[in-house]
C-alpha cells in the first residue's frame, strides 16, 4: 500500500469514526442516567451499536467501501450540523467534555497511591500488549478462520454483506460481531487490524463490571478493583484479540446487568428520564446481543431472576410498574425530534437483532440454520447440519465438564480453551472465597450470585458438551470480581498489614493473570521472530503455522491473486486465510464428490469460472483429497501446481 | 464496635486470606508445571539419560483435542 493511498484510507476512516462518535455523542445527551459510571458503560454502548448499525446498513444498501463509508460520514455530519437543535447540541460536546474530564479526575483521585500506581501500570502493560498482539500477529482462532472471518472477509471484498455460496453454513448465524470486525477492515482493505475489533466489548466489559459494584454499594477503589480484577481473566484478555465474538456477549450481559442493578436498585429516580433511558438502553443492548450469538436467549432467565430478587420478591411488581410508568411519562415529556429520534434508533436495534434470524427463516424455513432445534427430544426445527437440543441430560453431562475443567489443571489457557475455564489466579485465589463470603455477608449480593447461577444453568441446558465450551461463560468471573469489591469495602483497616497483605495477593493474582497471557501460550518466540520479519502489510494468516497446513501457504504462494481460486474444505475447514490478508483472492467453492469423474471436476470448475483447485488435509475430507490425487496422476483434466493446489487448462 | 466484633472481623479476614492462599496453592500446581515443562524437556534434551520422562504424565499439554466445532 503506497503512502498517500493508506493516508487517504486512514482519512476516511477517521471522518467515518468522528461521524460515528458525534452521533453517539447527540444520542447520549438524549439518555441521562444520573450516575458517571453508567453514563460512561452507555457511552460505550452507543459508539459500538451506532458502528455496527452504520455498517450493516451501508452493508445492506451494498456501499461497504471506503471512499462511500466517507462520504456518507461527512454527509451525516454536515447534515447534524445544519439542524439548528443538533447543532446545539453538538456544540454542547466539549462542556460534555469537560464534564467527563472532571467525573474521570475524581475518580482518579478517589483512588489510593498505591492502587493509582498499580492501574497506571496495568493499563500501561494492558495497553502494549494489546497493540503488539494486533500489530504482530494475523488472526489464527480456528472458528475465526472457519466462519467469523470468512463472512467479513467477503463482505470486505464485494462491498456489501450477503449470503455466499460455501460448505460453512455457519455463515448464516448472527453476525453483529462480523459487521462491526468489518468496520476494522474495510477502510485499510486489510486485516492488519482485525483482532481491535474485540476492544470495544473489552472495554464495555471492564466499565460495566465497575458500574454494577458501584450499584451494589462499592466505593469506588473496591469498584475500580473489582473491574480490574475481571479484566484480567485470562479467557477474557485471549479472547478479546481472538475475532471471536463471545467478549460482545459478555459485555452485553454485563452492560444489561449494570442497567438492570441500577434500575432494580433506584426506590425512585430523580430524573423519570433516568427510567426511561436505562430501559431504552437494556432493549438495545440486548437486542444487540441477539444478533450476535443465540445463547444470550439463554442468559436472560439469569438476568431477569436479578431484575425479580433484587427489589425483593413482594415488591418487584410494584417496583417495575413504576419504573416503566416513569418512563412511559418522561417518553411523553419529550420533544417531537427527540422521540423520533430514539424511536429510529430502536429500530435500528430491532433490525440488528432480528435480520439475520429473519432471513434464516425466510430462506429456509429455520430461524436457527443451520442448527436444526430439538426440546427433550421434541424436535422444533429440524433443518440443519448440527442440532441445538435442549435437555436435562446435557445439563448433567456439561457440569460433569465444568468440574473436570475447573482449576485449568489440564493445559495451558489458549483461546480455544481447551479443556480448562481460562478463569485465572484472580478467580480461583480470591474470588472464589470471596464469593463464599459475600453470599454469607452480604445482603444484596445472593440475587445476583442466583442470577448468575441460574443463566449458568440454562445456558449448560443446551451448550454442546465439548472440550472448548467455556468461552460461553466469559461473563461469569464477574460475580467473583464484584463479591471481591464487596469485600474490600468491609477490610478493617487495622492492624495496618491486613490492606498490605490483600494489596500484594490482588496484584500478584493480577500480575499472573497478565503472565500467563503475554502470548496466548500457543505462538513459541521463533514463531514471533518469523512473523516479524515479514512486514505489517504481508503478514498473513495463511502463513501463520500454529494451526494451518503448508497447503494454505501454498496457496498463497503459487494461485495468482488476479484469478478467482476454487476450493473444497469440510463445514469445518478453513476458508478465511485463502482471502488473503488484503482481501485481493477472488473465492469460489467447487463442491467435489468421492466419487466424481475426473473431466467432471474439471468442468464444475470450469464452469465456477476458475483454473485452481485449492485442498487441504484436515479441512478437506480425505475421500476428495484421494479423488483429487488420483485425478492429477491420471493427468488428463487435472495437474498438481504444488500441494494442495491443482490446475486445468496448463497450457494456456 | 465492640472487641468481639473487631476480633471476628479480623478473623473472617484472615479465614479469607489462608482460604484464598489455600486456593491459589492448588491453582498454581498445575499452573507451575506447564510453565516449568518446556525448560524441564530442554534440559532433559541437554543432558540425555538423567532426568525421568514425563512426557507420559504431561500428556495433557501435548495432546490437545480435536479442534472445535
Known sequence: MSAPELALRLGAWLIGTVFVLALAALIHRQLPLGRPALSAASLFLLVTFLTTLFVFLVGLLGLLRADSLAVIGFGGLVLMAAIPAWRRSLLQIPRDFSALVHDLRRFWSSLPRWLQAFSAAAILVSVLRFAFLIWALPPFVWDSLTYHLTNVAHWTQVGKIELFDTPVLRIYTPANYEVLATWFTVFLHHDAFVEAAGLPAYLLALVAVYACARSLGCSRPASWMGAMAYASTPALLLATTGTKNDPHIAAYYLTSLALLLDLAGKRRAADPRQSLSSLFLLAVTLLLAAGTKAYIAHLLPGLALIALLTPGMRRALPHWRERLAEAAAAWGSLGAWTRRSLALLLLGAVLLGGYWNVRNWVLTGNPFYPYGVNIEGTPIFSEGERTARLNFARLAENLERLAHKFGDAAGPIEPDLPETTGWGWFFYGLGLASLVWALLSRRSFPPLAFGFLLSLLVLMLSIRPSPFNMRYLLWLPAAASLAYACWLDDLPSRPRVLPIVARVAFSAALALNLAMTLNYNRVSLDRFGLVLERPLWERQAALLKLNMPSEYEHAILFAPAGEPLGYNVGSNGFIYPLFRADYQQRLVYVPVGAFDDCGYIAARMRERGTRYLFVAEGHTPGQIISRVRACAQEGDSLAEESRGLYVIDVGR | ?69
Open chain 2, 1 to 69: 464496635m465492640s472487641f468481639a466484633e473487631k476480633a471476628l472481623s479480623r478473623l473472617e479476614f484472615w479465614g479469607l486470606l489462608a482460604a484464598s492462599a489455600l486456593l491459589m496453592a492448588w491453582y498454581a500446581y498445575p499452573q507451575l508445571l506447564f510453565a516449568l515443562y518446556p525448560p524441564y524437556e530442554l534440559v532433559r534434551m541437554l543432558i540425555p539419560g538423567w532426568l525421568p520422562d514425563l512426557a507420559p504424565a504431561a500428556s495433557s499439554i501435548v495432546n490437545l483435542p480435536d479442534p472445535p466445532r
